[in-house]
């Protein structure tokens, strides 16, 4: 029985041992091709960081709290949250 050898190991196509990088590029390039567009992961940390530090200025406002009333000394590390 001649013909291809299918699977991984010796014959196998030229690159089969990175297939995780294969699979990882589809959903990217659908998205791609579907137009949608995805942020940088710096740029999406920064807007989540943005959106806690409003919702946390939100919660203080209704129960009565300021930001430095949840700050946290850290001793040498200092303080958890910058100054205001």
Do not use: Y
Request: proline share 11%.
């Amino acid at each position: 029985m001649g013909g291809r050898r299918r699977g991984r190991g010796a014959g196998a196509h030229p690159g089969d041992d990175q297939c995780d990088g294969r699979l990882a590029g589809r959903p990217r390039s659908r998205r791609q091709a579907a137009g949608v567009r995805t942020r940088p992961p710096e740029e999406r940390l920064g807007l989540m960081l943005v959106v806690l530090h409003d919702r946390m200025a939100e919660l203080c406002d209704r129960h009565g709290l300021t930001l430095e009333d949840l700050n946290l000394d850290l001793g040498p590390l200092g303080p958890l949250l910058p100054p205001p």
